[in-house]
């Protein structure tokens, strides 16, 4: 097996990154063992980095420690969607309603280009989503609002474990487009309430197609 080339960055930071980004791509299915000695052969490393590696993925709430049995790729049970969709409906709808409120032209123009394009993706799942995950962790950086960014980066995190599920309801991805027009209209109102509300309603909507 080829051994993977790793950048110069923490050895741990980059096996993390690379670890992150096959469970979110279901190469690592979520309840799945991962098999420590085996990827410290493929990515051609001691265990120690990768140790420190899952470390950071279990505090992300993307692996789950087990004792004496290892680290498995974690699964997100309904009440944990649950709650995870809770608080990101809490911490977007707010800055949704600061963005309202307090954008420039310039900054919701940057918003309608990202909803343009997240129209032109409709007919590509994985593109859509991208898009989708740009447009709403923009409008977070115009709130401005370091904590509440955090927050959400990790959350989202634990929401991408679940994520495909979502999109396999029928109709989902045109439902989704119709809840950002109606935040877009808000957006473009300088609403602020609408725009609260049009967020909440697209969490609520999310969960229930996900669940």
Sequence with gaps: MAVTTLTPRALYEEVAELLRQRIFARTLEPGSWIDE????????ISRTPLREALKV????????????????????SETDLADVYHLLALLESDAAGVVAARATPEQRAELQALHDALEAAAGNREQFFAINEQFHMRLLAIANNRWRDQMV???RKVMKLNRHNSLLKAGRIQESLQEHRALMAALAAQDAPAAVQRMREHFSNGLEAAA
């Design 37 to 44: 000695l085996k990827l410290a052969e493929e990515y051609g």
């Design 57 to 76: 993925l279990a505090t992300e709430g993307l692996v789950t420690m087990k004792v004496r049995r290892g680290a498995y790729v974690t699964e997100v």
């Design 153 to 155: 980066a990790d959350l």
